[in-house]
T-cell receptor
Framework: DSGVTQTPKHLITATGQRVTLRCSPR?????VYWYQQSLDQGLQFLIQ???????AKGNILERFSAQQFPDLHSELNLSSLELGDSALYFC?????????????FGPGTRLLVL | GQNIDQPTEMTATEGAIVQINCTYQ??????LFWYQQHAGEAPTFLSY????GLEEKGRFSSFLSRSKGYSYLLLKELQMKDSASYLC??????????FGAGTTVTVRA
């Protein structure tokens, strides 16, 4: 157990819909990262927040947005969903471990868009 | 951009040793990580190298050569539970990790 929690574990929805994925980082971690992992692709970095502020952006679509709240939990919002958005979405956090940069991953949310 | 290469698949026998190589070309370097990922599960942290040399952690060791842009993960005394994908990831700066596509290791009895 990494200490990072994500909800929900599974999500099934239809094209065109909007969903929100939630992540709580490990105690003491200030950074939260979001990744997408599809069957035919590796881990793709989406976005990072540090203490409530956006710090780095990766290959995140305009239909996707995220935020980090004062209690440091984060939400990833996916809208106008397409079939190709079906993937595992991981949240990771870092900052409080022996190596500041080490990211610890949550169990992921499996999204299926029908 | 970042370029991280590792073999797609490797197969080894239980009790044997396997070495997974990773080469990288990145715009900066702030450390190299190895993660293990079982199918459908979260990646779990294995090792971190920021200086040249070998880091040993039980059955797993990781080596780094910054001048060659090269790392390897060595798995000794392989067990069936070691069958998984192994991800090489480089931190080009303090904020992001760039992951390789992963190496699927299959351990056979």
């Amino acid at each position: 157990d990494s200490g990072v929690t994500q909800t929900p574990k599974h999500l099934i929805t239809a094209t065109g819909q909007r969903v929100t994925l939630r992540c709580s980082p490990r105690s003491g971690d200030l950074s939260v990262y979001w990744y997408q992992q599809s069957l035919d692709q590796g881990l793709q970095f989406l976005i990072q927040y540090y203490n409530g502020e956006e710090r780095a952006k990766g290959n995140i679509l305009e239909r996707f947005s995220a935020q980090q709240f004062p209690d440091l939990h984060s939400e990833l919002n996916l809208s106008s969903l397409e079939l190709g958005d079906s993937a595992l979405y991981f949240c990771a956090s870092s900052g409080a471990g022996p190596y500041q940069e080490t990211q610890y991953f949550g169990p992921g949310t499996r999204l299926l868009v029908l | 951009g970042q370029n991280i290469d590792q073999p797609t698949e490797m197969t080894a026998t239980e009790g044997a040793i396997v070495q997974i190589n990773c080469t990288y070309q990145t715009s900066g370097f702030n450390g190299l990580f190895w993660y293990q990922q079982h199918a459908g599960e979260a990646p779990t942290f294995l090792s971190y190298n920021v200086l040249d040399g070998l880091e040993e952690k039980g059955r797993f060791s990781s080596f780094l050569s910054r001048s060659k842009g090269y790392s390897y993960l060595l798995l000794k005394e392989l067990q069936m539970k070691d069958s998984a994908s192994y991800l090489c990831a480089v931190s080009p700066n303090d904020y992001k990790l760039s992951f390789g596509a992963g190496t699927t290791v299959t351990v056979r009895a």
